[in-house]
């Protein structure tokens, strides 16, 4: 099946600096990708919807220029966490699929912020 | 209003019993898809099962079986014979093809499975 890798799956940050992590399908071609955010025993939450070669679409209350998004070619896409604070961190995780019956998922990026 | 919605938060089972996880849904979209999925420890998102709103026959997977229920808008996930490994958070997600943007998919809360030796 696709196969959608997402780096890094751990990191560390100190406060104030910012956190770009990467979502690549591998063997397709991906016009739309989405990235979600996960609270510890919570389920998750789109954040926004990332579109190749255009702006990003935003869920209602996440904050575009706290979450930038970057989808510059068919494959890739990065979340970039500006300015980051203990209260960003969290379980982010990306989704892509070729086709309406599908959603293949990368492997989630665990964030702390220190 | 929940979309997509898991009544039972945590739930025993017992190793190689069976177990039904619930699913109902609330979409005005004519045209739309149900996903179930697997979410052990480490966090990755397993695929399990795919049912679309025009399908004719329930989905089946191996061990996973949709019971799916359009006029009552439930997509139960059924698991056979549970195996230690089942253990994990299973969370049921809707697309709607037609009047949602952008093919995203909305998730229930989570069922968090527990199999007992």
């Known amino acids: 099946g696709a196969v959608v890798s997402q780096h890094p799956s751990r990191v560390i940050c100190k406060s104030g600096t910012s956190v770009k992590i990467e979502c690549r399908s591998l063997?397709?071609?991906?016009?739309?990708m989405f990235w979600y955010r996960q609270f510890p025993k919570q389920s998750l939450m789109l954040m926004a919807t990332?579109?190749?070669?255009?702006?990003?679409?935003?869920e209602q209350g996440v904050e575009k220029d706290k979450f930038l998004i970057n989808h510059a070619s068919l494959t890739l896409s990065t979340l970039t966490v500006t300015s980051a604070h203990p209260e960003d961190s969290s379980f982010y995780i990306c989704s892509a699929g070729g086709r309406d019956t599908e959603a293949f998922f990368g492997q989630g990026t665990r964030l702390t912020v220190v | 209003a929940q979309k997509i919605t898991q009544t039972q938060p945590g739930m025993f089972v017992q190793e190689k019993e069976a177990v039904t996880l619930d699913c109902t849904y609330d979409t005005s979209d004519p045209s739309y898809g149900l996903f179930w999925y697997k979410q052990p420890s480490s966090g990755e998102m397993i695929f399990l099962i795919y049912?679309?709103?025009?399908?004719?026959q329930n989905a089946t997977e191996g061990r996973y079986s949709l019971n799916f229920q359009k006029a009552r808008k439930s997509a139960n996930l059924v698991i056979s014979a549970s195996q230690l490994g089942d253990s994990a958070m299973y969370f049921c997600a809707m697309r709607e093809l037609i009047k949602a943007a952008g093919n995203k998919l909305t998730f229930g809360g989570g069922t968090r499975v527990l199999v007992k030796p």
């Open positions: 049912q679309g709103s025009y399908d004719q």
């Open positions: 063997d397709f071609q991906a016009t739309t």
């Open positions: 990332s579109n190749e070669g255009s702006k990003a679409t935003y």
